[in-house]
């Protein structure tokens, strides 16, 4: 996740602007750059999301991990 945060935050530099999934810092732009070299997934398969202000966050086993926070939060925590 930070190697994504990571890339979140370049991507926010370069371009003025959060990417809108993890498929846009995989893309490579007009000039061959990509920010990350291939798609990284959860454990279970899952995507990791990355939000308005570009902070990326993923569910596995009901917890969701969250790049912003330092700490893990569980589904039941988070209603």
């Given at each position: 996740m930070h190697t994504i945060s990571n890339a979140v935050a370049l991507y926010a530099v370069e371009t003025n602007a959060y990417p809108n999934s993890v498929d846009d810092l995989v893309k490579k732009d007009s000039s061959g750059k990509a920010y990350l070299q291939s798609k990284t997934t959860?454990?279970?398969?899952?995507?990791?999301?990355?939000?308005?202000?570009?902070?990326?966050?993923?569910?596995?086993?009901?917890?969701?991990?969250?790049?912003?926070?330092?700490?893990?939060m569980t589904a039941a925590e988070s209603s």
């Amino acid at each position: 996740m930070h190697t994504i945060s990571n890339a979140v935050a370049l991507y926010a530099v370069e371009t003025n602007a959060y990417p809108n999934s993890v498929d846009d810092l995989v893309k490579k732009d007009s000039s061959g750059k990509a920010y990350l070299q291939s798609k990284t997934t959860l454990p279970d398969g899952a995507e990791y999301s990355i939000n308005s202000e570009g902070v990326v966050s993923g569910v596995f086993n009901g917890v969701t991990y969250d790049s912003a926070a330092n700490h893990r939060m569980t589904a039941a925590e988070s209603s």
